[in-house]
């Protein structure tokens, strides 16, 4: 059963003194106003129903953030340019388990790029992309920076593309998975021999009571 965020964060007292909101694995949706938490530095909104991060508009001082982690929810689009442009003492975003698409990739200056670059190298900003097309979208866009951008944006290009293709930002299910059919066919493999093998068996025997 699902519960109201705002109705979760109306029960909390001297919302102006908490420092690390932990709001995880509550089944929360909808919307919720933040504005009262005036010294956040951390929000754990982890394993619940949230489909948006525009509560996190809300927050006033988002200069204080340092992390966020919103891991395993049903958010649908990001727009990191406004993540990284907003919260710019940010050191830790973890978006991984949704089913996530890019936005307003375009709108990244190439400070907010370069952040976004390293962010994902050093997986301080974590996402896969198993649920959505986030990864896509990252590829594609630097795909057309390599081919308009300046000397720097294809420098920075080639830099997220190698990441994104070298780190595990993959279905964390997918080694259990690729297994499989090698599983299959091994054992497919090892029945077919012993069939083949009684059956010979079976025939060298028959040839044998033949003979005599």
Do not use: H
């Amino acid at each position: 059963m699902t519960n109201s965020a705002q109705e979760d964060i109306n029960k909390l007292t001297n919302k102006e003194r908490i420092r690390y909101l932990d709001l995880s694995n509550r089944e929360l949706e909808g919307e919720m106003n933040l504005g009262e938490f005036k010294n956040l530095k951390s929000i754990n909104a982890s394993n619940n129903k949230f489909t948006k991060l525009d509560f996190l508009n809300s927050l006033e001082n988002k200069e204080q953030v340092e992390k966020i982690n919103c891991w395993g929810n049903e958010i649908g689009e990001i727009d990191l340019s406004w993540i990284l442009k907003n919260f710019p003492n940010l050191k830790w975003l973890n978006l991984e388990n949704n089913p996530l698409s890019a936005k307003n990739l375009n709108k990244l200056t190439s400070e907010l790029f370069s952040k976004l670059v390293e962010g994902i190298k050093e997986k301080k900003i974590r996402i896969n992309s198993w649920k959505g097309t986030i990864l896509i979208d990252l590829l594609e866009y630097t795909q057309q920076l390599i081919k308009s951008g300046d000397n720097s944006q294809r420098q920075q290009a080639y830099q997220l593309q190698a990441v994104l293709q070298s780190s595990p930002i993959k279905n964390e299910q997918q080694p259990t998975n690729s297994k499989l059919p090698w599983i299959i066919g091994g054992v497919a493999i090892i029945s077919l021999a012993l069939i083949v093998g009684y059956l010979w068996g079976k025939k060298k025997s028959e040839i044998k009571d033949n003979c005599e």
